[in-house]
């Protein structure tokens, strides 16, 4: 097998900070983990430490890693906008006796899931050769919709040469063009510098075609489009020979299944896939093997069987909301949650696909994110995906590459700024914006990404 980590083109994860507000408001439609710990406390220390031990644990093994930065929140920008006035302390008191959930929306930390910041096209698959970048509009919930700009704004200080890197306008924010980012695209290659195939999966349409489409889920409304991931393709030039457009299965999304990276991941020829994933899996598989032989290279699938594991311990384990990734030696290794270590049946299918000499996986590797998990988001959540050349990686803002000195002043950071508990009726003292706009302001010093907040350009 090819190795992909090589020094000329590699993956580099770049893993989302958890914020200084890091709380369990149960605002995620369809998260059942996020519902089931709705009005808990928080731990924000913790959650942003957790984190940073899996970047440093990544790092360590000979992964990329890169950080992106947290989100300032509350976002009280928006409260003149809802119609509440005076200063900052009065807005948030008001907006609070007016409506908690107005407040517990615009303070959510949820930007500390990456996989949904963006979609990302390398520039192997790019016409202009170009890295390609598209800020998901995440307008299917409130408290994520408010994040785009500041993503744009955060992806274009760190790869900022437009010789290397092109960046696209969120699409528009309405329930036609629901962008979810790369939650739900897959990208599957012969090696990362090779021609490669975007699997982009969604859960339904959304314009009238004027003829009947296919039945959607009934318990939870799919959040991604197939218009949404047409758009992103077209923005980026992808052609039709590069793209696989795949309909998640209306029963799995019912189940709990909100974005792809929940029942399915990929890593160069390798899917690993619950077999409840796809609505049409036959017709998805057929597809990629035809499409992915074109350009060289043969799909390996590894299929979970729902008599292997249930759909439940899927959702309730986040199996396959795991980082699948080569190790220098051309094998790979799945990181996991730790609840799946936890649960017998999860852990005797990890045993039975290291065993299996049919594919690549020869390991993985179990890691405690339970702050992010208890709030809807495991180790696949956490990472936003970006195939970098040398040329590329030697181009953008190096100050968001981790290794162990940065570790050290995070982690640092992260002790100075963060409470170690957060109740949801501490989202309106006016004095955690106080201590969240500190520390970002400290962290964009850090990072060396300049004044990338609006809070930052006032005045």
């Not at 409130?142 to 969120?170: G, M, V």
Request: one cysteine or more; hydrophobic letters at 45%; charged letters at 20%.
């Amino acid at each position: 097998m090819t190795s992909f980590a090589t020094d000329a083109t590699r993956e580099v994860n770049f893993d989302g900070l958890v914020g200084p507000t890091h709380n369990y408001s149960g605002l995620a439609h369809g998260n059942i983990a996020s519902a089931s710990h709705r009005g808990l406390v928080s731990n924000p220390r913790e959650a942003a430490l957790q984190g940073l031990a899996k970047m440093k644990a990544l790092h360590d093994a000979g992964f990329a890693q890169g950080v992106l930065p947290p989100q300032p929140r509350p976002a009280v920008e928006l409260l003149d906008r809802l119609g509440f006035a005076g200063t900052l302390s009065d807005q948030l008191a008001a907006a609070w006796a007016a409506d908690p959930a107005i407040v517990r929306a615009i303070s959510s930390a949820a930007a500390m899931w990456t996989a949904n910041a963006a979609t990302i096209t390398p520039s192997a698959d790019a016409v202009d050769g170009r890295v390609h970048f598209t800020a998901a509009n995440l307008q299917s919930s409130f408290h994520r919709a408010i994040e785009a700009p500041t993503t744009a704004a955060a992806l274009s200080a760190i790869f900022a040469d437009d010789s290397c890197f092109a960046h696209h306008e969120a699409l528009p924010a309405t329930p036609a063009f629901s962008d979810e980012g790369a939650a739900n695209h897959t990208r599957l290659c012969a090696a990362y510098d090779a021609p490669g195939v975007h699997l982009f999966v969604y859960g339904r349409h959304g314009l009238d075609r004027g003829r009947a489409t296919p039945p959607e889920s009934r318990r939870f409304t799919a959040r991604q489009t197939l218009e949404a991931s047409q758009a992103v393709a077209r923005q980026h030039g992808l052609a039709a020979e590069q793209c696989v457009f795949a309909r998640q299965s209306p029963e799995a999304i019912d189940a709990g299944v909100f974005h792809n990276d929940v029942i399915a991941v990929g890593n160069g020829p390798v899917l690993l896939y619950h077999e409840a994933a796809f609505a049409e899996e036959e017709t998805v598989l057929a597809e990629l093997h035809d499409k992915l032989r074109a350009r060289g290279t043969h799909l390996v699938p590894v299929r979970v069987a729902r008599e292997d594991v249930t759909l439940e311990d899927a959702v309730a384990t986040y199996l396959f909301n795991s980082q699948l990734l080569t190790r220098p030696d051309g094998s790979m290794i799945v990181i996991v949650p730790a609840e799946c270590q936890r649960n017998p049946a999860v852990a005797a299918e990890l045993d039975r696909i290291v065993a299996d000499h049919a594919n690549p996986i020869a390991g993985y590797r179990a890691y405690d994110v339970k702050q992010s998990m208890d709030n809807g988001g495991g180790p696949a959540c956490l990472r936003l995906r970006v195939v970098l050349s040398a040329n590329e990686r030697a181009a953008m803002n190096p100050g968001v590459l981790f290794d162990d000195r940065l570790h050290d002043r995070l982690a640092a950071w992260v002790e100075r700024h963060y409470r170690d508990r957060l109740e949801i009726e501490d989202l309106a003292d006016p004095s955690l914006l106080d201590e969240t706009r500190n520390a970002l302001d400290e962290l964009t010093g850090l990072l060396r990404l300049g004044p990338i907040y609006a809070f930052q350009q006032i005045g």
